[in-house]
């Protein structure tokens, strides 16, 4: 069967719901196909389990775009509660309240250490590293490489299955911009004097150091379904079960042929004025026909995968942190989600406790391929070694794999993302790329709907009126309102370049 829409979205998670929900409230004519049969929100959606609510990773609530903060009251308007922000490190049998607490690191580290620590970073900002290129290059600039090891190279690995040297400098400038050593032991010292940290007039939060979140009351999943229920209301569709497995472009009229696969097999084609794809650029660019040149730079691209084994147990004793932090070499686990502290009614009874001990793989390696007993086994074992539960107190577990969960930047992924954008900006002008996976951008969900936002604009505008690569992780531009975004870009603005 054929269908035709003006807009079709590739993937029903936050790039791909945002996007679908503005141009349905424009009146505009838009589908979005989603390839999971169940449940839309993608990485933000939440797992329910025997009553039980999870989300894929923690998503807080917080963002410096007040566009965005709006569209989150608009579409979910009584159901946020507010959260304290409590996470801390686990190192070598010891907890390191993050961000640090001077006086706490100093007795858990030792006198000796943390003189060491100290000097190692005096040493660093003395002598940096020109133009760092590696992740490990760029974090010894910032916090001296005695840090580094301790704090930032075994849960980097963990996380990214790789050495820290094979990581791009780009990650690390991104996920902990404007956080230096410096800054962590004034914000340390207040922290431990029991006061809260001011930030200056002017002066940007750094993320990492956020005192509260908000956050939907049972899970992040809330914010997507009630999104996809208003762009049915508006008289868009969203569509499940959907695999998007073809496209192709006729440059004479203008129009989009998708083929998609479902479930049971069966086939269904649709035509569209304008694709916007949040899929992974790998899988898109393999889907397109005729191949692009640039299949071998899609190719090339790389994700890391993640899985999530909720234990659900007897609470001999809550703890308060949203998320630990992992950095023990001696155990798999990378972190620990505790959903009672996200919300209360993630968990249903007080007398239970629920923990997601998240491990990060590649699809097709030992633990995903594991089954979920033995995933089981190791996830009591090492929360057991932790201490934060009893292995016999678990009574119940869940097992949820996560597929490209995040895209990885190896040392030369940007020259890889940047053919691949010049080709496809330049032979399909109405195709629009949002969202983490979309753009090969490791973001956060208020960056992922910053990009939709400001494609539609563009699609409603009839031209590019917005580069939407040019959005940083912190979309700080939005403060004056999306439509003001292009004129504050600025010299921000990442041109491809040609690789010979």
């Known amino acids: 069967m054929s269908y035709h829409?003006?807009?079709?979205?590739?993937?029903?998670?936050?790039?791909?719901?945002?996007?679908?929900?503005?141009?349905?409230?424009?009146?505009?004519?838009?589908?979005?196909?989603?390839?999971?049969?169940?449940?839309?929100?993608?990485?933000?959606?939440?797992?329910?389990?025997?009553?039980?609510?999870?989300?894929?990773?923690?998503?807080?609530?917080?963002?410096?775009?007040?566009?965005?903060?709006?569209?989150?009251?608009?579409?979910?308007?009584?159901?946020?509660?507010?959260?304290?922000?409590?996470?801390?490190?686990?190192?070598k049998g010891k907890y390191y309240a993050y961000p640090l607490k001077a006086f706490e690191a100093l007795r858990n580290l030792g006198l000796l250490q943390s003189a060491a620590c100290v000097a190692s970073y005096l040493y660093a900002r003395a002598r940096p590293i020109r133009e760092p290129r590696s992740f490990h290059e760029w974090v010894r600039n910032q916090f001296g490489e005695r840090l580094f090891s301790i704090f930032f190279k075994t849960y980097t690995e963990k996380v990214w299955g790789m050495s820290c040297d094979a990581i791009s400098a780009d990650w690390a400038a991104q996920r902990i911009k404007g956080l230096d050593l410096g800054a962590a032991i004034r914000d340390a010292l207040i922290r431990s004097l029991g006061l809260k940290p001011r930030a200056k007039p002017g002066e940007p939060v750094i993320k990492t150091l956020i005192e509260s979140f908000r956050y939907p009351r049972r899970g992040p999943g809330m914010m997507w379904e009630a999104a996809a229920a208003k762009i049915?209301?508006?008289?868009?569709?969203?569509?499940?079960?959907?695999?998007?497995?073809?496209?192709?472009?006729?440059?004479?009229?203008?129009?989009?042929?998708?083929?998609?696969?479902?479930?049971?097999?069966?086939?269904?084609?649709?035509t569209a004025r304008h694709a916007i794809s949040s899929a992974p650029v790998r899988e898109l660019v393999e889907a397109i026909k005729p191949r692009p040149m640039s299949t071998f730079q899609a190719r090339a691209l790389q994700y890391r995968d993640f899985l999530t084994v909720a234990l659900i147990a007897r609470s001999r004793a809550d703890f308060p942190d949203n998320w630990i932090y992992i950095h023990d070499p001696s155990v798999l686990v990378g972190r620990v989600q505790n959903f009672r502290s996200w919300s209360p009614e993630m968990v249903p009874d007080a007398d239970h406790t629920c923990l997601g001990l998240e491990y990060f793989c590649f699809e097709g390696d030992g633990l995903w391929t594991s089954s979920d007993a033995d995933l089981v086994a190791l996830a009591k074992r090492e929360i057991g070694k932790i201490g934060l539960i009893a292995p016999e107190d678990v009574v119940d577990a869940c097992v949820v794999r996560q597929p490209k969960a995040y895209p990885v930047y190896d040392e030369d992924y940007r020259q890889n993302v940047a053919m691949v954008r010049l080709e496809l900006e330049r032979d399909f002008p109405t195709l629009h790329l949002v969202g983490r996976n979309g753009m090969h951008k490791y973001n956060n969900q208020d960056h992922a709907m910053m990009t939709a936002m400001l494609t539609v604009e563009n699609i409603l505008a009839g031209h590019r009126r917005h580069d939407i690569w040019s959005v940083n992780e912190d979309a700080e531009y939005t403060e004056a309102g999306v439509s003001g975004a292009e004129e504050a870009l600025g010299s921000e603005r990442l041109v491809p370049r040609r690789v010979a």
Do not use: C, M
């Open 232 to 270: 049915a209301a508006q008289g868009g569709r969203v569509l499940l079960d959907r695999g998007v497995d073809g496209l192709s472009y006729d440059a004479a009229t203008g129009v989009w042929t998708v083929s998609v696969q479902r479930g049971d097999g069966s086939r269904e084609t649709y």
């Open 5 to 91: 829409t003006e807009t079709l979205v590739i993937g029903a998670g936050p790039a791909g719901l945002t996007a679908g929900y503005l141009l349905s409230k424009h009146g505009r004519d838009v589908l979005v196909l989603e390839r999971d049969p169940h449940q839309v929100g993608g990485i933000s959606r939440t797992v329910s389990h025997n009553g039980y609510l999870f989300d894929i990773g923690g998503h807080r609530f917080f963002s410096k775009a007040k566009a965005v903060v709006d569209l989150w009251d608009e579409i979910l308007p009584d159901d946020f509660i507010e959260r304290p922000r409590l996470s801390r490190i686990y190192y």
